[in-house]
């Protein structure tokens, strides 16, 4: 089952020729969700393989124009590509509280009437994730709901395990976590549950188990009984488990608040984390609410993650093939992370890099003794 | 005294690596006069040698999400290019009644404080320019104004002229008109005072007048006494004055409402129109309040316009260089629109062109008998 990750955008602050503005997409099971969505991400997906089109989910980190100012004019455009009668699933977009109204807003003034419907779950931020003149409640907006648009959730944080509940299926469980910012906030992470093992041959042969039903019965978890009255329970003819992946995608942040972001981070097989500035200008960057390679890493080492993938860079710093004499380029941050790493894998981010995340090993069961 | 267009958005309904949303600038005497914004019209900046921070005016026809949705991004933009105490103009901002609100809440939710002043003045549409089922009243909102705004003007339709006055300078005049589209959409017209002429270097030796203060009286239209008691005017030394340039750019539509719009482009250097469907296809152009190559070429003829651009394409139709085997591609609209005009020139826009607009000859003043 693939799984992977595609820069759509990587630069800060604004969207260039060279970085586009903040969206990450996470492929899975078909299915294709987009993580911050900054002015031009629409038509970095048309110079992508990617389709817009195929976006089910969307999470907005938090609520500065370069991860947001893109947001109206790609729904609008997935619209016009959508036929009205598809009877498609609302798109699920989740962010912080106002970003129900801005997307009615954008929506209403342009008289645009989206040919699907959509559902807007808001994170309620606390005040101590940004400094205290900067913080904003903006809960008290109108009851204005567009007309292809569903109610959603009102989410807030669960004090005792510092997170926030987004999705629980059975596949999979995706939670935000707090970071400090100029502005409130949010990491999100997606993780899959176990993937069951596969059928050991060999094992049903010995029970004389033919293909069949109850081969899926054992496959789902369920215990059969033999017409010999011998009772089969799956653990008895399938292979170890797979162990689901983990992937963790960071808003802009200077910190977490709280342990609850180290918690659900912890040994993710990907971490996105941005670094705005380099170590050299570490007190600036933490002015502005930002990240420096060496925090990133410190971050990525404190949660035993498996690979760090650094973004979210100042326009300032080209990518590798565009730089030109006298530019600064990436390739200073790249040590700076290193230095901190131990074993994890370090990765710079550039626009449409896509990373694999592939399949775990499965995981030995314990041996009874 | 240099005057020229450059198209950084050509294409219709949503932006895309061949054709950026709707964006056209208008650079005369040092300032750079923007009409239209759509998503990535930044980016587009970026890529052309043209500076966004020389923005001084924004003209916005109507208020759909192509012609829109660059506008919060590329004023933040702007601001951080901009030094804070730079004691910069205010940029004015000129469009339909709505905008003034749309764009104090994108800047409010994203917590982006502008560097620069900035004044939004709005024009009040009539019900008259769209669909009765498509008009909406946005003059309802509320008094929210930005720390960085001024107070804008409330412009109404002069109904005797029908037009709009936006500009009234000794150098130039901007006035806007009325459109029929999907929803209020109006065309800008820029007209320039008549040049005067140049001092006669020969009919100054004639009067004894030497180069010196009195020389630039007499260029400001001021008649001065010499020593000798003789009245000298500016007629007397001036050369013939140079007629001044009409450049003329319509936001969406299907036709003007009323005569304002053929009066006021009338012999105009520069008509930019928009012909987003060729005239196979008339029918579906006006459906949905568009415009087709004939349709253009039929307004331009009636207004006796000396050059004709076509934009705002249709995103099926490419750019003649990115034309692959079966693409639509805008050859056959040339030939539609050639066929209906006389001895107009006619253009077919494309992003990052760039059209100059000449200084006309000087205009014979009617001899006397």
Not at 11 to 22: D, F, H, I, M
Not at 59 to 70: N, W
Not at 301 to 328: A, I, M, W
Request: charged fraction near 25%.
């Amino acid at each position: 089952m693939s799984m992977d990750v595609t820069f759509l955008g990587t630069g800060s602050a604004y969207p260039s020729p060279s970085r586009g503005a903040s969206a990450v997409v996470l492929r899975r099971e078909g299915e294709c969700w987009l993580f911050d969505c900054g002015e031009g991400t629409q038509t970095q997906f048309m110079k992508s393989p990617l389709k817009a089109g195929r976006i089910t989910k969307i999470f907005i980190s938090h609520l500065h124009g370069d991860h947001l100012f893109g947001l109206p004019g790609l729904l609008c455009t997935v619209s016009l590509q959508t036929c009205p009668t598809a009877n498609k699933q609302p798109i699920e977009i989740y962010g912080p509280v106002g970003l129900q109204d801005f997307i009615w807003r954008s929506l209403e003034i342009t008289r645009s009437q989206l040919a699907f419907p959509y559902v807007v779950h808001e994170l309620v931020p606390t005040p101590n994730q940004c400094p205290a003149e900067e913080f904003k409640d903006f809960s008290a907006k109108g009851d204005n709901i567009g007309s292809k648009e569903v109610q959603g959730r009102t989410i807030h944080l669960d004090p005792v395990e510092e997170s926030y509940i987004l999705i629980e299926s059975e596949q999979i469980i995706v939670k935000a976590f707090q970071l400090f910012h100029r502005i409130p906030s949010f990491g999100f992470v997606v993780e899959e549950s176990a993937h069951p093992g596969k059928l050991n041959v060999q094992r049903l042969k010995e029970f004389g188990i033919q293909p069949g039903p109850v081969c899926g019965k054992l496959k789902n978890g369920e215990s059969i009984v033999l017409e010999n009255g011998v009772t089969v329970s799956p653990s008895d003819v399938l292979e170890d488990p797979v162990p689901g992946r983990k992937v963790c995608i960071l808003g802009d942040c200077s910190g977490t608040v709280g342990d609850g972001g180290m918690r659900l981070c912890l040994e993710a097989d990907l971490l996105i984390h941005e670094a705005t500035l380099d170590d050299t200008q570490t007190e600036k960057a933490k002015e502005y609410g930002h990240s420096t390679p060496k925090m990133a890493a410190e971050f990525a080492k404190l949660c035993s993650v498996k690979k760090l993938v650094l973004t979210h860079f100042s326009q300032r710093y080209k990518p590798s093939n565009l730089t030109e004499e006298g530019d600064d380029d990436v390739t200073d941050m790249k040590r700076q992370a290193q230095a901190v790493l131990d074993w994890q894998e370090l990765v710079l981010a550039e626009d449409f890099m896509t990373i694999e995340i592939p399949m775990k090993k499965p995981k030995k069961k314990s041996v009874k003794i």
